[in-house]
């Protein structure tokens, strides 16, 4: 068998549980990965993509026409590049300071200070708050879409409004945040809808812009778990949570539809989250990232048996230990794996690392995850 199915058919066939000729995949790069694979694959690494606070950036898509990806990110400021010097300390759109912190292989940006930990409810009324998207803004973005959908066959993941917890957590620091949910509900509810309202007006601009040309929308990052349970009871999601997240999930739904987008909404949330995933479902999303596959209860084969048909699956591809460790060999079996435990080749499966790949996977073990979906297919 070979492939026959473009990206875009490939990964529509797979959001709608429809067979596919293999496996569509998604990949996303720390800025020292793509570094990493560009010099592997002897491909021309300028002009430099422009790395997010998260060392996140939005490759050449032409690169991943070449590797066999199907998805590619558009996000505002997608197409920014930069001279390769990282500055050693910045303060983000929310007033959040950061500093930059190198490591062996690699850097990340980590917080130096959190500006309203000791806000009142007061506070939050005059807080500089991050403006809506300029018109110049939405301008850019639907060029830009347009112009990679014109010019390469890829499927398109919008990524638009930024998380509203960890913004929250940013903001207060991971102890006042824990605390003031617990002791001060009201103060938490008002400042997660603040953050939810803007984060939704950047999710409908994003949709506006280019709501057409999409495969998927992520509605940010919300991570409910950790490894080894959820972070937070399942009374404080049911009962806080989810209702101000609700908003945003169903000002996107409608706005989709309102423009006829076909765009599934996708969550991301790290962990051990099963026990709320029925829970998830019912509020209407349609797609679950990143299947962490060493996380308590995340195994994909029982993740498959309670919701397979029901929910698309994305990522499940172990970047902590598979990737980084093991051989091409161990790659190419664990992909073999997953693909097989979450029956991908009959669609409800966009293979995926269950993160950002940073600096310490080797350009090798990543082609041979890539190679991997197509050794299947040449199985099947």
């Known amino acids: 068998m070979t492939d026959h199915m473009t990206s875009r058919v490939r990964v529509a066939a797979a959001l709608n549980f429809q067979p596919v000729d293999r496996v569509p995949v998604d990949l996303n790069l720390s800025f020292d990965a793509y570094l990493n694979l560009c010099k592997a694959l002897g491909w021309p690494a300028t002009p430099l993509p422009k790395p997010s606070l998260a060392m996140e950036v939005c490759p050449d898509p032409h690169l991943y026409e070449q590797l066999g990806v199907d998805l590619y990110s558009v996000k505002f400021h997608g197409d920014a590049s930069f001279d390769g010097n990282l500055i050693a300390a910045v303060t983000d759109a929310w007033g959040v300071p950061y500093r930059l912190v190198r490591q062996s292989l690699g850097a990340l940006y980590e917080f130096t200070g959190h500006p309203l930990a000791d806000a009142t409810l007061k506070d939050l009324e005059s807080y500089p708050w991050p403006a809506p998207p300029t018109e110049a803004m939405k301008v850019a973005l639907r060029e830009?879409?347009?112009?990679?959908?014109?010019?390469?066959?890829?499927?398109?993941c919008g990524r638009f409004g930024v998380p509203v917890m960890e913004t929250a957590i940013g903001l207060l620091g991971f102890e006042q945040w824990y605390v003031r949910l617990l002791t001060e509900p009201e103060f938490t509810r008002a400042l997660l809808r603040k953050i939810e309202s803007i984060a939704t007006a950047w999710d409908l601009a994003g949709i506006e812009a280019c709501g057409k040309h999409l495969a998927i929308l992520k509605v940010s990052g919300e991570d409910f778990g950790s490894q080894q349970s959820l972070l937070y009871s399942p009374d404080t999601i049911?009962?806080?949570?989810?209702?101000?997240?609700c908003r945003r999930w169903d000002a996107v739904h409608a706005k989709?539809?309102?423009?006829?987008?076909?765009?599934?909404v996708m969550l991301h949330s790290c962990g051990a989250i099963k026990p709320i995933i029925p829970d998830l479902l019912a509020v209407g999303i349609e797609v679950l990232d990143p299947i962490q596959p060493n996380a308590v209860g995340m195994n994909p084969a029982g993740l498959y048996a309670d919701f397979g048909g029901r929910l698309t699956f994305h990522g499940g591809i172990d970047v902590q230990g598979v990737l980084p460790h093991e051989s091409a060999a161990g790659v190419r079996a664990h992909v073999r794996a997953v693909i097989a435990a979450l029956h991908g080749h009959a669609g409800g499966y966009i293979l995926s690392p269950s993160h950002t790949v940073q600096a310490d996977v080797p350009a090798a073990n990543l082609l041979a995850a890539l190679d991997a979906t197509r050794e299947t297919n040449r199985e099947g």
């Open 144 to 156: 830009r879409t347009k112009r990679i959908h014109a010019t390469t066959g890829l499927a398109l």
């Open 256 to 264: 989709l539809k309102a423009c006829g987008s076909p765009a599934r």
């Open 238 to 245: 049911r009962g806080l949570l989810l209702p101000i997240l």
